[in-house]
């Protein structure tokens, strides 16, 4: 199939768009077919060689269950958490898999139907009550889902899987099996938090979280401890650091994930809104979670800039034209200015585009769905630290414009800087963004991976060099990559010197030789492994 980058002009905001021209997309329907699992541990094929010294799990998460019963779930985003390991221990692979033992599964589980509604899916009333007890559970609020289908994230060591809500599940990394039901509000005052933390080299582990009360809702930075007092201890000794008010009191930004550098954390509110009227009102109106998003072009985008050993918000706002962002590259302090590379686009629609529905469509219903949704594409903004009351009026300060002083605050408006040439606009943009997290999160760093989109999936991988904005592309036709990790060798000396961990979806049928690789990709001096397996 060919791809055709086409510009289109917004005339009102003079965003350019970039969307496509793509036709002949191959149909991904089995990528949202719902699968058993595999609690023992099996054998796998390995075709080339493994590193010896690539010792652990590596440990994925994500849907694995579609339907309950003759009930369907809508959206990518509510399938039943599956939660992966792939044991990788002197150059051989095992592999299992297990259902989280969520609330949700074992209720879903046990109506044989969709009891507890999901992101994009709303449950309906029990039919095996009476009218009018059906009636009136149409007047009850929602009850949140903990089906924890997005990452594995750590704290104090220990290992949980999350999604965007008040629980965790903790789990036993070794069986899969969960151990624990851990609730943020139990600790602070939060009701949902992200499930994408940042941590410290010492374990001290941030995250952010909502709370909405009778004044309006905030967003909340978190700060978890890096060690346990007691081997029973989960989120003991969490705080809030600070709470930060949104800017509508009724309409929270949405939020995935936030970025930190060495002494700031940096939540961006964008203009991708949450109605929360219509959330506490969903079961009356029979509209899903995702109903009650919207994007508002009208509204500027604004980084928040938190001191993270005091709590304390930064009173210059720092303005930026509308855009959507799920996932941040990196952030890091340099010369007076604070840095932060995020993967960005110009509208935050794309969301509810990934219905199951889209998703199993085939043909130019198929190509219509992927080729108007904008494209995300790696972008940064350096925003000057050392302003003040006294800075001069409309200075101009690499790519930010003083645009107001007050006595009280300072507001700056910030233009961006591609990440990348004309190259990655054939490969359909760059999400899930990752680096050689453990060496140079918060500091200066050259090189980040992601995967391309010339799918509605990631269908590449990439590696991106910030010196010359360079790339360097793995691509197999029919193969599917998950988010890369970067995995450094054994006293590396070099930033890219290591290997790229991905699980790759083969959703159509491909030769046994081709379903299980080991490719490896000239980078310069270096030699970046990609261990390929069918899942």
Known sequence: YKVCQVPVLDRKSKNINYCTDLHGLPCIEK????????????????????????????????????????????????????????????????????????????????????????????????????????????????????????????????????????????????????????????????????????????????????????????????????????????????????????????????????????????????????????????????????????????????????????????????????????????????????????????????INNYKVQNLRKSGEALDEVYNNLCRVFPCRFVLPLNVNQLTPYHQNLNNCLIIHVALSSVQVFCTHEDLYGADLLQYGGLEFPQINYGQYNTRPYRYFYGCGFRHLVGDTLIKMDLHGKHMKVWEQPGLYPSEPVFVPSPNATEEDDGVILSVVITPNKVSQVDNLKNITLKCERKTLTYTVRTV
Request: glycine share 6%.
């Open 31 to 350: 990528i949202v077919s719902s699968v058993e699992d595999c609690p023992e541990p099996i054998n796998t094929t390995i075709i080339g060689r493994i590193p010896e010294w690539i010792n652990g799990c590596f440990l994925r998460n994500g849907p694995g269950k579609f339907e309950i019963g003759n009930q369907k779930f809508n959206h990518w985003f509510d399938g039943m958490a599956l939660l992966h390991q792939f044991k990788i221990s002197n150059g051989q692979v095992t592999y299992r898999s297990r259902f989280l033992s969520s609330d949700s599964y074992q209720a879903n589980k046990e109506h044989s139907r969709i009891a507890v509604s999901e992101f994009g899916t709303v449950t309906m009333p029990d039919p095996c009550k009476n009218f009018f007890q059906r009636f009136l559970s149409r007047f009850e609020l929602p009850k949140s889902t903990d089906n924890a289908n997005v990452s594995f994230v750590t704290y104090k060591g220990d290992y949980y899987v999350s999604t965007e809500s008040s629980v965790m599940h903790k789990v036993d990394p070794e069986t899969l099996e969960t151990t624990k039901k851990v609730d943020w509000s139990k600790f602070i005052a939060v009701n949902a938090a992200t499930a994408h933390p940042h941590t410290e080299p010492d374990g001290t582990t941030y995250n952010m979280g909502n709370s909405y009360t009778s004044k309006g809702a905030y967003y909340n930075i978190i700060r978890v401890p890096p060690t346990k007092n007691t081997a029973e201890e989960t989120l003991d000794g969490a705080i809030v650091l600070c709470s930060i008010p949104s800017a509508d009191k009724a309409k929270p930004s949405y939020y995935h994930s936030f970025a930190m550098s060495e002494n700031y954390v940096v939540f961006i509110e964008q203009p991708f809104k949450i109605d929360l009227l219509k959330i506490v009102t969903s079961r009356l109106t029979g509209k899903s979670i995702s109903d009650c998003f919207s994007w508002d072009p009208k509204l500027n985008t604004t980084f928040h800039l938190i001191r993270k050993q005091t709590g304390e918000i930064s009173s210059v706002k720092y303005l930026a034209k509308p855009l959507s962002t799920l996932h941040q590259i990196n952030a890091y302090e340099e010369n007076g200015f604070l840095i932060i590379d995020i993967c960005a686009s110009d509208d935050g629609l794309a």
